[in-house]
């Protein structure tokens, strides 16, 4: 089987730092080795209220920073997911397939309704069942993804297995494997280390966005929380010290080299030596990408065409299975 790899990630504005280290970042390796598709995901993006003019205009801002991060829209494949219907037509499949008790055990779902659960979207409680079809209508083998999907991605495992074992359809869906790679793969909030830095975060300080420019880059480190103590000397050490270990994290995914070697590099110094390092390398990595971005949006036009191909190519995969899907369901016509 080749191995094929899908990701996404939703347009609902304020893209950070976590989404680049722990995802974005990923996915540009992985075009050397492995067919790929990376996805804009519209559909989850509305199990929370968007106003439709943001909506596009988020949209059109992921698939800009998935390429000016160096993915490759030519000899990959970049789409917004409601270009593709097949998504919400095999996302009703499973939603028949997947159980309400699996569902009850997500996590996020709860994080995200928060107290008044009555009152979240029927969406909001489907949505891991929308993200398993997502990889399966694709039959991807690999999906790169940060620390906080990978309970998703095992409901999509579980959803894939019940699938074949309903319809006598043994390995019709393979088993995704979740790809969470790196020093960073849950970048913490720089206000609060015991939680992970997030799009919906009231504080602007809690996060460094990909549109932030060198200026605000600097203040946002320069003001990220800190303990009293100079900066360990092992891993170990770094146990009980969030902060400490979310900085050291992002210097190291940063520079490219593992956490262990910027440990070493910064034993027994200071907070202010590393936020001084961090800080011009944050600028130096981020930035550009920013830029490009920047210039991408200007021109929509650009961006739509390469999407609408993109939604062209991925239907062409996707339909194929899509018909043995109805067809193993029994669905006359197929
Ligand atoms: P989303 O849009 O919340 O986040 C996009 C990607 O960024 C990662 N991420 C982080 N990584 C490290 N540290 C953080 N603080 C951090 N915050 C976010 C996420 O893990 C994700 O990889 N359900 C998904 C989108 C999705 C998807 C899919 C992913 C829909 N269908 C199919 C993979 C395959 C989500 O909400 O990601």
Not at 34 to 63: G, S, W
Request: charged share 25%.
């Amino acid at each position: 089987m080749t191995a094929r790899v899908l990701s996404g990630v939703q347009p609902t504005g304020n893209l950070h730092l976590g989404n680049y280290l722990g995802a974005i970042r990923n996915f540009v390796g992985l075009q050397d080795t492995h067919e790929c598709l990376y996805c804009v995901v519209d559909m989850h993006a509305i199990t929370v209220f968007q106003d439709p003019k943001e909506l596009a205009a988020n949209t059109r801002e992921v698939a800009a920073a998935f390429i000016a991060a160096g993915v490759d829209p030519k000899n990959h494949i970049v789409f917004n997911q409601a270009q593709v219907s097949q998504h919400a037509e095999l996302a009703w499949v499973l939603n028949c397939v997947s159980r309400m008790g699996w569902l009850n055990r997500m996590t996020q779902f709860k994080e995200k309704a928060g107290k008044d659960r009555e009152k979240a979207s029927v969406g909001l409680y489907v949505y891991p069942n929308l993200m398993a079809a997502d990889i399966l209508l694709y039959k991807a083998t690999h999906v790169p993804v940060g620390e906080d999907q990978k309970q998703h991605l095992e409901l999509a495992r579980d959803i894939a297995q019940k699938f074949n074992h309903d319809f006598k359809a043994e390995g019709f869906f393979p088993q995704p494997e979740p790809l969470i790679q790196g020093p960073a793969t849950r970048v913490m909030s720089l206000r609060d280390g015991t939680k992970k830095m997030s799009k919906s975060d009231p504080s602007d300080l809690s996060r460094i966005t990909m549109l932030d420019g060198p200026d605000e880059i600097a203040k946002k480190i320069r003001k990220a929380k800190t303990d009293t103590q100079a900066l360990p000397e092992t891993k170990e050490q770094l146990e009980g010290r969030p902060e400490a270990a979310n900085l050291l994290g992002i210097y190291a995914a940063l520079a490219d080299v593992p956490l262990e070697a910027a440990i070493g590099q910064f034993a027994g110094s200071q907070f202010s030596n590393l936020k001084e390092q961090l800080a011009e390398l944050a600028i130096e990595k981020i930035g550009p990408i920013g830029e490009e971005m920047k210039r991408l949006t200007q021109d929509p036009a650009t961006v739509d065409a390469i999407l609408a191909d993109g939604a062209e190519r991925a239907r062409a995969i996707a339909e194929p299975i899509m018909a043995e899907v109805r067809h193993k369901v029994g669905f006359l016509g197929s």
